[in-house]
């Protein structure tokens, strides 16, 4: 042991970027947050305020965090990011411009290399590095909240594309005269499966059919994915079809995505997956049903354990971790 | 220059074993065949039949080759072959049991090191290092035939998935009650976009349809894809629909693969693909109306340029490249 040379314990910086709030925290290799902060992504305002206030909490973050410790990179994730530019790209919610160069600015301010990728992408990299992914080297997460976001990991990389955009499984078709999607086309699977997507399967179901439901005094508006998994736990015949219906469609698209990668486990997040069994048995009966012999008894639908404030700065941090840590800059 | 040392010039056997034709050559590094053979894969005999036909064939091919050349690795190609355990599983048509051990008999047999997988990762490995592919990191190819064959490249690598089976896009659900395929499931891709696709569909819509058509002349088993080709460029009006209904289910699939995968290119090949534009047209038109607004003009679809007697053992030599080529082995 040297004693002239004084050891230091390398950590990272992981940042998540939410429409409202954005999240930072100091990760040790372990996945130990050391501090944390969360304020607001200030979306409404120019991109250099959310930059100087950025500066700002990371100063107080790392006053925070023991001596010896030595900040080698931070990990982004950020809605519409594309890690092969480093940029945020056409934003919703975001006043900060088409193009907004994160990473450079993060460079820049932190004077720590970068990098960033979306949401579902960081879910996956925490999935696989601190959570039921863990020995991974081939699945697929799924987030149902407002959205579908999807995430793929082939031979333990993620699956980026040839130009940073693939995983958008939200926008695969369902039926080519289905529902109309944000995204202009119709029928995409985020239409059906995600919280918007069953909130509109009420509405047809009470639409089509003569039963009572609790969930007839809702507005549409009012409405959220608890509500209808509650009211399918009462034993609501609306709620309790509205989530088949929508494990029938996910199910089918879990078996197509089979077909193209053979993954060991599917992985259900984001707010729909919190309904549990509800959503995970009729998923689990139609991917087998549609799903080829050479795959059968092979696939697993998990429901993420995670669910922390944490989770998306973990995510972040193992993105760090797997660009900058031990010999990889 | 050494005038001790003789130079050896590395190649390698290529060996693409077919449902009645077996297929072997000797490659090198810039894809030139040096030495070619066919014979009887035998598949109604004992596999030990088979090995030995191939060993006094191998002999034969290398007796033919420059005396400098060294075969430094085989890379197969099989039906249902699975790179993961050098077998192949329960392959149709063949005599030679549920579990094929080739990659052991080739290294035993031969004495050289080799590498197994299905006939679609071939096309693609081929494409990707003397074909159309060439320079692409990520693409997909399809090979419309008697099935329906895909194989995937991701960031220049083939997707096996965590037990050699990803790539089987021709069992991807077109509709859920649709119609039904070998493999037990309703409503794959295959049913509907291979050449037994399209003569299922030139029936359908003769059954549906009052218009005449030259095809109301020929049996099912009579018909084959050129024959609906040569109707078509004819102006016959059930071929000409039969071409536009397959491209319009492909087209569709192939959108769902781009937000997979956002690829660079999809390359048609099979013996479909040789209808040229009477695929691609209604095929790239569908495509960009399903195509998620991110990979708008950003995908191609290609048909493959090759169709020579060598394009299997090509294919083959390239996987042997990749494993057993400079500092890979």
Same mark, same amino acid.
């Given at each position: 042991?040297?004693?002239?040379?004084?050891?230091?314990?390398?950590?990272?910086?992981?940042?998540?970027?939410? @429409? /409202?709030?954005?999240?930072? +925290? *100091? #990760?040790?290799?372990?996945?130990? &947050?050391?501090?944390? !902060?969360?304020?607001?992504?200030?979306?409404?305002?120019?991109?250099?305020?959310?930059?100087?206030?950025?500066?700002?909490?990371?100063?107080?973050?790392?006053?925070?965090?023991?001596?010896?410790?030595?900040?080698?990179?931070?990990?982004?994730?950020?809605?519409?990011?594309?890690?092969?530019?480093?940029?945020?790209?056409?934003?919703?919610?975001?006043?900060?411009?088409?193009?907004?160069?994160?990473?450079?600015?993060?460079?820049?301010?932190?004077?720590?290399?970068?990098?960033?990728?979306?949401?579902?992408?960081?879910?996956?990299?925490?999935?696989?590095?601190?959570?039921?992914?863990?020995?991974?080297?081939?699945?697929?997460?799924?987030?149902? @909240? /407002?959205?579908?976001?999807? +995430? *793929? #990991?082939?031979?333990?990389?993620? &699956?980026?594309?040839? !130009?940073?955009?693939?995983?958008?499984?939200?926008?695969?078709?369902?039926?080519?005269?289905?529902?109309?999607?944000?995204?202009?086309?119709?029928?995409?699977?985020?239409?059906?499966?995600?919280?918007?997507?069953?909130?509109?399967?009420?509405?047809?179901?009470?639409?089509?059919?003569?039963?009572?439901?609790?969930?007839?005094?809702?507005?549409?508006?009012?409405?959220?994915?608890?509500?209808?998994?509650?009211?399918?736990?009462?034993?609501?015949?609306?709620?309790?079809?509205?989530?088949?219906?929508?494990?029938?469609?996910?199910?089918?698209?879990?078996?197509?995505?089979?077909?193209?990668?053979?993954?060991?486990?599917?992985?259900?997040?984001? @707010?729909?997956?919190?309904?549990?069994?509800?959503?995970?048995?009729?998923?689990?009966?139609?991917?087998?049903?549609?799903?080829?012999?050479?795959?059968?008894?092979?696939?697993?639908?998990?429901?993420?354990?995670?669910?922390?404030?944490?989770?998306?700065?973990?995510?972040?941090?193992?993105?760090?971790?797997?660009?900058?840590?031990?010999?990889?800059?």
């Amino acid at each position: 042991m040297s004693l002239s040379k004084k050891a230091t314990t390398p950590v990272v910086l992981g940042m998540d970027i939410g @429409g /409202t709030q954005t999240k930072i +925290g *100091i #990760v040790d290799t372990t996945g130990k &947050v050391l501090s944390f !902060d969360s304020f607001s992504s200030l979306g409404d305002q120019a991109f250099p305020n959310f930059v100087q206030q950025l500066q700002a909490k990371y100063q107080l973050l790392i006053a925070d965090i023991p001596k010896e410790c030595k900040v080698i990179g931070a990990g982004i994730g950020a809605p519409n990011a594309n890690i092969f530019n480093g940029c945020m790209e056409k934003p919703h919610n975001f006043n900060w411009g088409d193009l907004v160069p994160l990473v450079s600015s993060v460079e820049e301010t932190l004077g720590i290399q970068a990098k960033v990728t979306n949401d579902a992408n960081l879910f996956a990299l925490g999935e696989m590095t601190y959570g039921i992914a863990k020995g991974l080297k081939n699945f697929i997460v799924m987030t149902l @909240g /407002t959205g579908f976001g999807s +995430g *793929i #990991v082939v031979d333990g990389k993620l &699956v980026f594309g040839h !130009d940073g955009m693939a995983g958008e499984m939200g926008h695969i078709n369902v039926n080519p005269n289905g529902r109309l999607c944000n995204c202009g086309l119709k029928g995409c699977l985020e239409t059906y499966a995600s919280v918007t997507g069953i909130k509109r399967t009420v509405f047809k179901l009470m639409a089509d059919l003569q039963v009572a439901s609790s969930l007839r005094s809702h507005s549409f508006e009012d409405l959220t994915g608890l509500m209808i998994a509650d009211a399918a736990l009462d034993g609501d015949p609306i709620a309790k079809r509205a989530f088949e219906y929508t494990g029938e469609i996910l199910g089918t698209k879990i078996a197509d995505a089979a077909a193209y990668f053979s993954p060991e486990a599917f992985i259900l997040g984001g @707010g729909l997956a919190k309904a549990g069994d509800l959503l995970l048995l009729p998923t689990v009966k139609s991917m087998n049903e549609r799903l080829f012999k050479a795959y059968k008894g092979k696939m697993k639908v998990l429901i993420s354990g995670t669910g922390t404030k944490y989770d998306g700065v973990l995510g972040a941090a193992a993105l760090a971790w797997e660009h900058f840590g031990e010999g990889k800059s």
